[in-house]
């Protein structure tokens, strides 16, 4: 290969590469897009109960708290007590993962060890024995946006935490999870320890 051929080759190999990285750029943006739009639509919660000014029975809209983290995007479904959980903190929860195409859907489901999630789902395909995950929370032990959404859970908390492809495993394929995928968490926190 003379050195016009190979200055043309890795000219365009340069231009091919800088093409998928927009792309994914783009996925990854329009997948932030989503995550947005779930969160505002998802983030007014209809409670139905019994007035404390008058005693009868009524129904009002709460706006639920979302906490942003560096790409990360957590729902906070029911306040949770006590201390937040910090970097290297110890945790205990109940968890449902599904790729995030626009919204949550049984369908979309791909892990849980909450035995009443997979009935609900009718999905057998999980953690045998549905116990509860206690952890540390650390940089080796989850995918940087479950980490980061999970920094700041309090005992008790309910939540859903969302991020793209860049924050879960980005152009890898991950079991059943395809490469580039949105994921959502569900999760329920029974414990937070930060000794």
């Not at 365009?12 to 994914?24: T, W």
């Not at 549905?130 to 080796?140: A, S, V, W």
């Amino acid at each position: 290969m003379d050195r016009k051929s190979l200055i043309l080759a890795l000219l365009l190999c340069f231009a091919a590469s800088s093409c998928m990285k927009e792309k994914l750029k783009t996925t990854y943006n329009s997948q932030e897009d989503s995550i947005d739009k779930y969160i505002t639509s998802n983030m007014y919660a209809k409670r139905t109960g019994v007035s404390e000014k008058t005693g009868n029975d009524t129904t009002w809209t709460d706006t639920l708290r979302v906490v942003r983290n560096g790409g990360a995007n957590r729902l906070v479904l029911k306040e949770g007590l006590g201390e937040e959980l910090k970097p290297g903190g110890k945790i205990a929860f109940y968890y449902a993962g599904y790729t995030f195409k626009g919204s949550k859907s049984n369908s979309n489901l791909f892990t849980t060890n909450r035995q009443e999630t997979a009935a609900e789902a009718k999905w057998d395909l999980t953690d045998a024995k549905y116990e509860l995950l206690q952890t540390n929370l650390t940089k080796d032990g989850f995918i940087e946006g479950l980490r980061k959404g999970l920094a700041g859970v309090k005992g008790g908390e309910e939540c859903e935490i969302l991020f793209s492809g860049q924050y879960a495993f980005g152009d890898v394929e991950f079991g059943i999870i395809p490469a580039n995928s949105a994921l959502l968490y569900h999760i329920w926190v029974e414990a937070v320890s930060n000794e």
